[in-house]
């Protein structure tokens, strides 16, 4: 089945340690990007990419960092920099950029204490 | 700067009413529209795209609208489920292919 997996579903850190976040696509997309969404605030695009080794930031891209070095995969890094990390985090893809049809996986839900 | 703006932010309604969910963009320059849903806890569904050439797009009881002129989309749900229930969202790209942007979503409830 083609989609985008996310990994974990629930992750839990002590504040202060950096915590990597897993998407994985086997759409064959160009464009990842990755979202995050608390309550009452909608969906704000933290980066993005449009293509291999290359990305751009959002706009809420302080205290977290991205890595594009395969297709497949476009993992977030959360910081210790990040002063509220505890949140939603959803990552999607689209065949080649946003005016294509976007496709999200399920989220992982980052708990910081 | 394109801002998207969904009215109401809820809306309850009992089984088998048919509703109209509203979204509005800033800029009517905008390649397609997608709607989407969300149920708690988790990603967000597609559920139509409309393309800024189209009027509107079937799939089902839903039905888009789009009107770009006047900066509108309607989503349309026909004999309203208790499995309807869910947080809607609109979003369009950005100026230039740039990522889209979204809307805060309708979150809908159908009561049996």
């Known amino acids: 089945d083609g989609g985008i997996t996310q990994s974990p579903k629930y992750l839990f850190r002590k504040e202060g340690q950096n915590v990597t976040l897993s998407c994985e696509q086997n759409l064959n997309h160009d464009a990842m990007y990755w979202y995050r969404q608390d309550p009452g605030q909608g969906l704000r695009l933290i980066y993005y990419?449009?293509?291999?080794?290359?990305?751009q930031k959002g706009d809420i891209a302080e205290g977290y960092s991205v890595s594009r070095e395969k297709k497949e995969s476009f993992p977030l890094t959360v910081t210790s920099a990040q002063k509220n990390p505890t949140a939603f985090y959803l990552c999607a893809s689209s065949k080649q950029g946003a005016n294509y049809e976007q496709y999200f996986g399920p989220g992982t839900r980052l708990t910081v204490t | 700067k394109q801002e998207v703006t969904q009215i109401p932010a809820a809306l309850s309604v009992p089984e088998g009413e048919n509703l109209v969910l509203n979204c509005s963009f800033t800029?009517?320059?905008?390649?397609?529209l997608q709607w989407f849903r969300q149920d708690p806890g988790k990603g967000l569904t597609s559920l139509l795209l409309?393309?800024?050439?189209?009027r509107e797009q079937t799939s089902g009881r839903l039905n888009a609208s789009l009107d770009k002129s006047s900066g509108r989309s309607t989503l349309y749900i026909a004999a309203s489920q208790p499995g309807d229930s869910a947080t809607y969202l609109c979003?369009?790209?950005?100026?230039?292919?740039?990522?889209?942007?979204f809307g805060k979503g309708t979150r809908l409830s159908v009561i049996a």
């Open positions: 979003a369009v790209p950005g100026q230039g292919n740039t990522p889209l942007v």
């Open positions: 800029d009517s320059a905008i390649y397609n």
């Open positions: 409309i393309q800024s050439s189209q």
């Open positions: 990419s449009q293509i291999v080794n290359d990305f």
